[in-house]
């Protein structure tokens, strides 16, 4: 059941995610219950994204191209029917929330730290996508509201990552990723604890589906609700 609480979370989540969203695509505008940009976004990154549940088609559309190939939207509420406007679904996921007050995160094994400098960017990118990285995540993020996590083994080497942004008053977690042969558990648990020294006493938010939402409910994530891509194919 969606109450007064999980429904504000549930914006915070959204609003966190699009401030995310606008930083990596380098723009965009906020208006009308959503963020849009009105040129294409970079890979994997939709170029609307809800931010409330009575966000209106018509606005959203207009603030994107529909025109070129890729246009995609992230419904946050799972609310909208894009269909009529020549779009499908093409994944869904659900929210999740890590209160502030849960317990501390299990310990881990590798050296935790913020990424510093565009050249360590450049290799927790390589790490985060297999040594084929394309800049996508440009040096630009580096700023005191954005953090890149890297986990170290005991060679130096990046076998874990995460990424995590302050808005909204939560923080949001993402882009949680292994290298060589790392455990999930030990990325999450490693991700976490550098996330609440950072920023300590504040929700963290996301969003998973499948395996990857099973691991953070094992690390203290509760869902708050579905949502869902949609991509323009017509």
């Known amino acids: 059941m969606i109450t007064p609480d999980t429904e504000e979370l549930l914006r915070a989540a959204a609003l966190n995610n699009a401030e995310w969203c606008a930083a990596v695509s380098g723009g965009g505008s906020f208006a009308a219950g959503a963020w849009t ?15 409330t549940r009575d966000a209106p088609a018509e606005a959203l559309l207009a603030g994107m191209d529909t025109a070129s190939p ?3 939207v992230k419904d946050s509420f799972a609310a909208l029917d894009l269909a009529p406007a020549g779009f499908e679904v093409l994944f869904g996921a659900e929210w999740i929330h890590r209160p502030a007050e849960a317990p501390a995160p299990a310990a881990s ?15 927790w990118e390589a ?28 060679d130096g080497r990046i076998v874990a990552g995460a990424a995590a942004n302050r808005a909204g008053g939560v ?31 504040l929700p963290v938010v996301g969003y998973e ?18 949502l869902r891509v949609w991509l323009h194919t017509a």
């Open 209 to 226: 589906a499948g395996d990857d939402l099973d691991t953070a409910v094992r690390h203290g994530f509760g869902p708050l609700g579905p």
């Open 37 to 51: 940009s009105a040129r294409r976004t970079p890979p994997y990154y939709p170029d609307g994204v809800t931010l």
């Open 127 to 154: 790490a985060w996508d297999g040594e084929e990285s394309t800049g996508l995540f440009h040096p630009a993020l580096l700023t005191p509201e954005i953090a890149f996590f890297a986990g170290r083994s005991a």
């Open 171 to 201: 923080v949001g977690l993402s882009n949680v990723f292994t290298a060589d042969g790392t455990s999930d558990d030990e990325a999450w648990a490693g991700a976490l604890t550098a996330v609440l020294d950072l920023w300590p006493g």
């Open 70 to 72: 890729g246009c995609s």
């Open 109 to 123: 094994a590798l050296a935790w730290s913020r990424v510093a400098d565009a050249g360590e960017l450049a290799a």
